[in-house]
């Protein structure tokens, strides 16, 4: 199984500004998603990160907003641009390494709070 | 689309039997996966169906019926340590759409 880490683990923000999360994964691994959670939420898929090309986005979350880079099998970010606190939520990163068949793996989570 | 509902809370004592339900309507079914998730954790794999039928894994056993659109997550001898959100999720094409999972709570 891959085993996922995310810095920072949180963050208290000021509006307007933007901050970048990072998500490493200890193996290369097929597909990287990014998905944020909300208060007393479920999950919610931002997007999924291509390696290589441009990352492909949910419905209501655009390039603009929510860009994302992934150089490599086993490495992304996720950046959360002009923040409002309505952007306050846990961003969560994942994986599937195809070699676990269809199970996603999750890392810990970034806990951003904006003011 | 995806429409996935699961019930929001349930509370069962130490030593039950729970059964956590799941429909879902989805376009593109690749699966059916239970999540349990802590609070302030990631959320943790617990079972994958894609056949019809139960699958059975320890305490947990996970039940897929897709002519039905329905699923449940089945824990016995439930423990303190079972507090926590289930959600279920299904899978479609090379992504998962969460329900808004159920939080269920363990009373002495």
Known sequence: SAVISQKPSRDICQRGTSLTIQ?????????????????GQSLTLIAT???????????????????????NLTFSTLTVSNMSPEDS??????ARDGMSGDEQFFGPGTRLTVL | GQNIDQPTEMTATE??????????????????????????????FLS???????????????????????????????????????LCATGGGNKLTFGTGTQQKVEL
């Open chain 1, 23 to 39: 998500c490493q994964v200890d193996s290369q691994v097929t597909m990287m998603f990014w998905y944020r959670q909300q208060p």
């Open chain 1, 49 to 71: 990160a291509n390696q290589g090309s441009e990352a492909t986005y949910e419905s209501g979350f655009v390039i603009d907003k929510f860009p994302i880079s992934r150089p």
């Open chain 1, 89 to 94: 939520s846990i961003y969560l990163c994942s």
């Open chain 2, 15 to 44: 030593g039950a039997i729970v059964q956590i339900n799941c429909t879902y309507q989805t376009s593109g079914f690749n699966g059916l996966f239970w999540y349990q998730q802590h609070a302030g954790e990631a959320p943790t």
């Open chain 2, 48 to 86: 994958y169906n894609v056949l019809d039928g139960l699958e059975e894994k320890g305490r947990f056993s996970s039940f897929l019926s897709r002519s039905k659109g329905y699923s449940y997550l089945l824990l016995k001898e439930l423990q303190m340590k079972d507090s926590a959100s289930y």
